[in-house]
């Protein structure tokens, strides 16, 4: 017990030891590792490394273009970029395996272009941008400590609202470089042991006559004296409740205002100076295909997503979940601020966003059959029916049968501000129950690859499926173009379209030599256009006495474009 | 002859101040600045750069002209330091923020706030009240705050109402083209004013007693004129006339409190401070939580604009008393202005400038629309901005003898064959004519000051030492501030902006502080103990109406130091006896 005392005080002493976490999750990109790939693959000739801004702590932030070549481009001599998907890794700072799964992904798009045709035909026309780290400062985090789960980055903030800022940290009392959970025994605390491990603390129902053995706190000290512990760590503002929609101002994380931060400045510049993204992927906790959207959002009709796309979502969720899979999957985060919802409520694209991982239900193993499986239901021990803490306890068997040493032991521990009382430190560490070990990546990358390739057979296909001469008479034409759309998806989203943040289809006219317009304007617009079919058209009235050969072009940067000619007097 | 141009040369003079005292005490203008400045026309960006420029170099001692960054188009956005910096450190005395012309067609707005500083700077040795304030208080001024469409608005064709947009190009029309349709000057004469065309069918017509002045048809009368809207031509051949101007913005839809996007507040940009200039000044305020009040100078309409911008971000009681006893002073000493609430009494603004002071920064904000409609003939305010139509043209013949009006006349329209052009000039509507300009910036200035000396000042009235039993000491401090503004808002404590004021004991022999409590009362009847670090007590907020009493019981024996110290109130000490 001395021994214990004296490693405790030494441990309060000393500096946090070196990292002792990351063995779980080796083999995870750090920030140096991640631009290093991305170096890597930006050295094909169909990829393009390029940087939109630079964090606080003048990390770059990266986005990794995949689609025709540079020269490509420039040959065609068209200066319209083409309409892209972007693919986001970890909105959510904490949300790691995001990062890697985006990374794996474009290396996966890259590596398909030899033999993949549908791939390298959806490319001929459309661009993939691949932005795996947003946030590289909270992320960093985990790879100089990883003490706790952060998403925040360095910016000092007043968690508790008192006026000073990042003044009472979490401590590590016991020495292991983790900052996990503190309990301390107590008869007016709320907490008690679950009957069936008293590893997990579940909240007692006094009401039920049942009685609170433990006050569940985190780990470290008072520091500031407002009797709450570790209410107002280092940092900062989280990316994914830095954003405009629904943004809940002054709350923890949420920072002095919205996109306050240069990754968050960066991302919505870059976004916005890139209208041609129809379509968002990220990972994170706003899980919209497992737990599809429906418009309550907010309470206005502009806080809520529209019906129209309700419906389009709930079609795609319903088929990637099946390539995805979701059982046992969290319910999904509310998002105030974040990033999934900017993207469809403020941005206007198709924002779909799915947790990378989460840890799985686990199933004991089949007892073997005959005679032993009777010995075997003996010996294992009864199990009540408690729900309360059922996910933690999942989550215990799911790492002992993975051998992932997830759990620190409660250990008790002398600590100053409770003298003479019981003070145990132990709990989940951090980090791993939202991100698998290492291994499990490449099968995860495997099933949203799949996701991937179906979503890029939904897009929008725009062409000139008809264009009508009605012959008027004394050189006068009525020129109609119709123009479909034989995508699944509309040309734009129904909320681009109700915020007015989609590019309209602009359409013009080019007339031949000696011909003019009878009145109206060469361009216009179209609006949205429905998909599998539906069409929208345009006319002109054209004064060609001598004929001639008029061309069409109709374009967006975020549907693309098609063009035609016809023939008048002909 | 000889008499002509003698007294031309000492008119001159005389215009630019410069001449000295002859002895006759004018009152309401420095007599003898070191910067001579008339005040009946407005400055541009190099006019007023030099004038700031010129100001600075006179007088160092008392104000340090700085740029907070660059505009768009690469213009610095010059803030004025204006404070006594041989008294006392700039970053702890109560500071006061004003800003001209977020909306740069708002001309006058902007010389406001440049006369403020020339006549805090150049008033500063001949009144008592302006040499006070200037020694224990910082002034920040930044008159120019779109300072590119300044120059557009005065040096190109614009009309009164604008530029109110800055100048970063926007795709207003989502054609992929930027800015590609503005209006057009198309006679070249140097104004935007409207285009009519005759035509029987029309609906407007000439009116009865100002002929200039087009006014709508009566249902059972005949017009005779079709209006044309803003002088133009449909330049991107999309069919629509000047949709797509420069910039398509409002700078002061921006800001970081309440923002909301461009479908539900219109005008908003990207997110709040995506406009450069407008970041700049967030930055700044950070860098400066000493600031407990500003003022924003716009135009029109004779109105002195407190928050909240929208209903649902009702101010608290405490709070809207502090801007009330401000804002019906501002009605006396501005005749013709009203003291309104925004949302209530205007419109609802969402990302204002105006609700980030307050907020975010925790400072009483007011937004003054200078030039009121009550000037032209000084009977009543009809509550409009810019006046009836009426009293504008009878303004327009009598005192201007009908300048203000580019008299209609021919033109050739691309698009529409021959129409007439005419209107009035960019000059007139929202602004004084020249001689009005000098009063509207007094005023305006002097309210400013006012709202300035309200700034809290927080200050330690008085320390007793009293001997107890068994080698105990107590120390009592009251702590008041002298000023209306309270040293933290109550926005500033639900917000958490700035941290609570200290009140921290020192001095002594052998001090130790074994405890301290805040009383509400001056007789401690039911005392709050501090257990965490009695020695520097937190104090939420110190007013003029709830001095503050504090307690400490200690060892040690006096004399003692008591420290008051406020962010946005100041620092202040006084030892025992």
Not at chain 2, 226 to 239: A, P, R, S
Not at chain 2, 379 to 384: I, Q
């Amino acid at each position: 017990m001395r021994e214990l005392i004296r490693i405790c005080l030494l441990s309060l002493i000393c500096a946090l030891p070196a990292i002792a976490l990351a063995a779980p999750l080796e083999g995870y990109h750090d920030n140096a590792a991640l631009e290093s790939q991305l170096r890597q693959l930006a050295q094909h000739p169909s990829a393009e490394l390029m940087q939109i801004g630079t964090t606080a702590e003048g990390r770059a932030i990266h986005v990794l273009r995949i689609g025709g070549s540079q020269e490509l481009l420039s040959a065609s001599g068209d200066s319209m970029p083409r309409p892209a998907i972007a693919v986001f890794g970890n909105v959510q700072a904490s949300h790691l395996a995001g990062r890697e799964v985006c990374l794996e992904l474009a290396q996966r798009v890259l590596d398909s272009l030899d033999d993949d045709a549908e791939l390298l035909a959806f490319l001929e026309q459309h661009d993939f941008y691949f932005i795996p780290s947003p946030t590289p400062d909270a992320t960093e985090f985990f790879f100089s400590s990883g003490s706790f789960e952060r998403s925040t980055n360095s910016r000092p903030a007043d968690d508790d609202k008192d006026g000073w800022l990042d003044e009472d940290p979490g401590e590590d009392l016991n020495g292991d470089g983790l900052l996990t959970m503190m309990r301390v025994e107590d008869p007016s605390g709320d907490w008690m042991e679950h009957p069936d491990d008293p590893r997990v603390l579940i909240r007692a129902r006094r009401e039920d006559n049942e009685q609170g053995q433990w006050r569940l706190l985190s780990e470290g000290r008072d520091n500031d004296g407002d009797e709450a512990f570790n209410e107002d760590g280092p940092g900062g503002v989280d990316f994914n409740r830095n954003m405009t929609f629904n943004y809940d101002q002054f709350s923890e994380g949420s920072g002095p205002w919205q996109v306050s931060e240069p990754e968050s400045r960066a991302v919505v510049d870059w976004m916005f100076d890139n209208p041609q993204i129809c379509m968002v992927l990220s990972f994170g906790p706003e899980d919209n295909i497992r737990q599809p959207w429906n418009n309550d959002h907010g309470k206005l009709m502009h806080e809520s997503a529209e019906r129209d796309d309700i419906g389009i979502m709930e079609y795609i969720a319903k088929q990637a979940v099946e390539l995805i899979g979701k059982d046992n999957v969290p319910g999904s985060a509310s998002g105030r601020g974040s990033f999934p919802d900017w993207a469809y409520f403020h941005y206007g694209a198709w924002s779909i966003c799915t947790r990378a991982w989460w840890v799985p239900e686990y199933k004991a193993p089949e007892p073997a059959e005959g005679a032993e499986a009777e010995s075997a239901e003996e010996k294992k021990p009864e199990k009540s029916d408690e729900k309360r803490g059922s996910d933690e306890i999942n989550a215990l068997n799911w790492f002992t049968a993975e051998g992932t040493d997830a759990f620190v032991e409660w250990t008790a521990v002398q600590h100053p501000d409770f003298p003479g009382k019981r003070v145990e430190v132990g709990g989940f560490k951090p980090y791993l129950r939202d991100n698998p070990p290492a291994e499990h990546l490449p099968e995860i990358t495997s099933k949203q690859f799949e996701m991937l390739r179906l979503l890029t057979g939904m897009l929008p296909r725009i062409s000139i499926r008809e264009l009508e001469v009605d012959d008027l008479g004394e050189g006068l034409y009525r020129v109609t173009a119709h123009v479909a759309n034989d995508g699944y998806l509309p040309t734009s989203t129904r909320k681009a379209d109700a915020i007015r943040k989609d590019y309209p289809l602009n359409i013009a006219i080019t007339l031949p030599a000696g011909a003019s317009l009878l009145t109206g304007s060469l361009r216009g617009q179209l609006r949205r256009i429905g998909g599998n079919g539906a069409e929208s058209e345009f006319s002109w009235l054209v004064v060609a006495p001598q004929g001639g050969t008029a061309g069409i072009v109709v374009a967006s940067p975020s549907v693309g474009s098609a063009s035609g000619t016809v023939e008048l007097g002909q | 002859m000889k008499y002509l141009i003698t007294t031309l040369i000492i008119g001159l003079l005389l215009s630019t101040g410069a001449v000295a005292d002859d002895g006759y005490p004018l009152v309401g203008r420095p007599v003898d600045p070191k910067v001579p400045a008339a005040w009946d026309f407005y400055r541009d960006y190099d006019a007023q750069t030099k004038l700031l420029k010129d100001l600075a170099a006179a007088h160092p001692d008392i104000c340090r002209l700085d740029s907070i960054g660059k505009s768009w188009e690469g213009r610095e956005m010059w803030v004025m330091t204006v404070t006594n910096f041989s008294k006392g450190d700039e970053l702890r005395k109560p500071a006061f923020w004003l800003d001209g012309a977020i909306h740069a067609n708002e001309v006058q707005s902007s010389d406001a706030a440049l006369y403020t500083c020339w006549y805090l700077v150049e008033g500063y040795g001949q009144m008592d009240y302006i040499r006070d304030l200037v020694d224990r208080q910082v002034f920040y001024i930044l008159p120019m705050m779109s300072p590119d469409s300044r120059e557009v608005h005065l040096h190109e064709a614009a009309t009164t109402n604008d530029p109110r947009t800055g100048q970063r190009p926007v795709d207003n029309d989502r054609d992929g083209l930027f800015d590609e349709d503005d209006d057009d000057d198309i006679d070249g004469d140097g104004h935007i004013v409207s285009m009519r065309i005759k035509d029987p069918n029309g609906r407007y017509k000439e009116h009865d007693e100002y002929p200039w002045m087009m006014v709508r048809a009566e249902a059972d009368e005949v017009g005779g004129w079709t209006m044309l809207g803003g002088e133009g031509i449909d330049n991107d051949g999309d069919g629509m006339v000047n949709e797509d101007g420069a910039g398509g913005y409002d700078p002061n839809r921006d800001w970081g409190y309440d923002w909301q996007p461009g479908h539900v507040q219109w005008g908003a940009y990207r997110y709040p401070f995506s406009l450069q200039e407008n970041r700049a000044v967030s930055e700044f305020a950070l860098a400066h939580p000493n600031i407990g009040g500003a003022q924003s100078f716009h135009n029109a309409g004779g109105m002195i604009l407190s928050g909240p911008g929208a209903e649902e971000n009702t101010y608290s009681r405490s709070d809207r008393q502090v801007y009330d006893a401000i804002g019906e002073k501002g009605e006396q000493m501005l005749p013709g202005y009203t003291y309104m609430i925004t949302w209530e009494d205007l419109y609802t603004v969402h990302g204002g400038e105006l609700d980030w002071w307050y907020a975010n920064v925790g400072a009483i904000s007011y937004t003054n629309e200078l030039w009121t409609s009550f000037n032209y003939f000084r009977t009543e305010n009809d509550g409009s901005w810019t006046g009836s139509r009426e009293d504008q043209a009878r303004f327009n013949e009598l005192l201007l003898f009908g300048e203000a009006f580019v008299d209609w006349h021919e033109v050739e329209h691309p698009d529409y064959g021959t129409v007439e052009v005419g209107g009035y000039k960019k000059s007139y509507g929202r602004q004084p004519p020249s001689f009005l300009i000098q009063e509207e910036l007094h005023r305006n200035m002097a309210f400013t000051v006012f709202h300035a000396a309200q700034l809290p000042r927080i200050r330690v009235a008085d320390v007793r030492v009293r001997q107890l039993e068994h080698g105990l000491t107590e120390v009592t401090a009251t702590i008041v501030n002298d000023n209306l503004i309270p040293t933290r808002l109550s926005v500033a404590e639900r917000n958490s902006l700035v941290r609570p004021d200290l009140v921290s004991l020192s001095g002594g022999n052998g001090l130790k502080v074994l405890t301290a409590m805040r009383g509400g009362d001056m007789f401690f009847r039911q005392p709050r103990e501090q257990e965490h670090d009695p020695q520097n007590m937190r104090v939420d907020s110190v007013s003029l109406s709830s001095p503050v009493y504090v307690r400490w019981i200690v060892r040690g024996s006096g004399p003692f130091t008591v420290t008051a110290d406020s962010i946005k109130g100041g620092l202040s000490t006084l030892t025992s006896e």
